[in-house]
Structure formats: structure tokens, C-alpha cells
């Protein structure tokens, strides 16, 4: 560390701990906090609340300034977990605290994802972390053959006509990792999905939940909206493209009502593992 | 590519020809629309250059069809050299058989 220079607070937590020889998990205990969180400290995927400040820079043997110097401390980043959570609560699926490894890889993706759509993060920096995360999980789990981890992103939008645009790149930041084609299709087809309801809105600030799921067999994309269910499986006008589309570029997809009111999910299935990506 | 209001940005190329740039959605349809008021089309038609359109869904796919149903005699609708996604879209709805549509792939 030489002077001078400004340095981060995770770097300074690696090298304090390395420097006394230390676990991840013996200095979290060190520093009473869970593990988890000590981990995410030090990925820069999240930042130690004040009430920790005191005893960190007592830890590190620096000022709180001086520790303090390289960060912006965001005290949104964790409202925006909350409205992760609270995204994925509505269409019925956990949030939960993960103590196994590979979910807290997870989490750390999905978390940098989260603060970069919503702007706490720059493009650059959230590339940088995530590259970051993926380099320590192959060190860590070994496993070579990991090519990329399942992601999940939900999103809150608002009705209207920027909402078809704000669900594409939603999905193409989530796909970021996986074929081109697939995420195409989806950004087609989630463009559609938005744009009913976006159109047929009478409601003002009526919101529309976007799910991106991704794993190794397919990509999942949910929208969810409150009010009746969107016009894709009465008659099929003529003039309406969207059924026709759905239904030649998802490999299965159905509208249903659910207690919050109408969910829209597709699927589009993806290249198997072991055949290798076939273009970028 | 210039950042415009929207998604999608519509050039005049020549008294027939609009290029469109960019991504053709909901947000896009009023200016597409707009710009296609301001051609006054004799018997010639009109040709929409798709070569710098990334991105078309339903929205774009509606507007262009009422565009070329109000042509209403006065030529065709020529849509000139779409992306291979873009292509594999109007393929996929049909509307190179659509009346008063043609789809023109340049090599």
C-alpha cells in the first residue's frame, strides 16, 4: 500500500486480514459480523453500516477518514435489496439469506446487477465486480467447467411508453452471459408483453413486475401486472403479432391470473451444456 | 448513434426514402408517424431503409403495415435491407406477403 494513493476499504480489509493471517471467516467473527456480509465487503458488493465504522478502522489501525477516504458510502444499495426482495415476494418466490457458497455467488451477481440497473453502480464498475466475483468463485469452487452462474433480476417498471425499452435491456443485461439469439428473442417478446400493458393502460402509474430467470436449461422471463389479464389468448386479431411471435420464438409460454393479478411467463430453452456457445 | 428522444430515429434520405435508426417500439410509433406525414408520396410509393434498425417488435411491425395500408394505391412499401434478426422478424409474421409490402434484400 504505498502513500499517497487512495485505497479502497475492501483492499484494506484483504490486506489487514492477510496481513494477521486470517480467515474470511475468523475476521468476520473478529468483527462481529456474519460471514456473508464480511464477504461482501470485501468483493465491494456491499458496504459496513456506521454503527460498524468504530471498530473496523480500530481493526484496520487507520482513521475512519482514512478508511473512509475511497468510498461512497450508499445507504441505498440496501433499499434496493428490499425492492429485490419485495419484487420477488409478489410473484411468489424467497428472498432468502443464503448460507450455502454457491448461493452467495449468486446473490453477489445478482446484487451488483440489481445496483447497476438501478444506477447505484456504473456500467464499468459493475463489469469490474463481476468479473471480480466470477475469478474468486473459480478459484474458490474449483470447478473449471463453470461457464456462468444462474441469474435472476427482478425489476419494478412503470407503465409506460420507456417501459418496453427498460424490460429489453433488463433482459440483456441479464443474458449478458448466455446465446445471443435467446436473448433476442426475449427482448422481442418481453418488449410485446410490456407494451399491452403499457398501451392498454387507464390506470396512471400502474406498474408492471418483470422477472428475468436464467439457468443452464432455459431462460425464464415473468411479467406481472395487477388488473385483468392481457389480451393474448381470446381472438386472435389478424393485426396482432404478438400471439404469432410467442408462440415461433418461446418454447412455451402461458398467461395465468395470480393474486396480485395477471402473470405472463415465457420460456425459451437453451443450448445444452457441453455444446459450447455457438456465437457471441 | 446520435442520442435521441425515444428509441428510434427517422432521416429523410430522399423525397421516397426514410432510414430508420435505432430501435422501433411503442416509444417510436408517433415518430415514425410523424415523419412519414412529411413525405408527399405520388404514385412512386415509399421505401423504408432497415439497414441501422436493431430492434422491431409488434409496435413497428403495426405501424408499418398501417403505413403501407395507407398508401392506399399510390405504390408500394418497399422495406429495403433489414438485419438478419430483423429479416427473420417480418419473415416470421408474414409480411412479405402482406398486400402492398415488399421486402428487398440488398447483398
Redesign the interface.
Known sequence: MSNGQVVSLAQRLKARREELGLSQAQAARELDVARTAYRLWELEAAKPQPDRWRLISRWLGVSITTMLLAEELDEELPEGADLVSEAFERVGREWDDPTDPADFFLRAHNLIREGSEKGFLSTEHAQELLSTVSRIEQEQGGSDSVEWEPTKLAKELRAN??A??AA?DAVGFAGSDISADAV?SA??LV??LV?NI??GNSVNNRTIGLLVDIDRARLRVEVTTAGEPLALSGPQDP????P??LE??SSRWETTRVAAGTLTWFEIDLPQPGAKPERR | MKEVPGTLEVIRVDAQTLRLVGEFDLAAVGVFEGAVEQMSVDGGGLTLDLSELSFLDSSGIKAIVACAKALDGRGVLVLVNPSKWVASVLDIVHLDQHAGIEIRRVP
Open positions: 411508453a420507456q418496453p425499452k429489453r433476442q427482448q422481442l418488449s410485446d407494451t403499457a398501451h393485426g396482432e403479432y404478438g404469432t411471435l415461433r420464438l
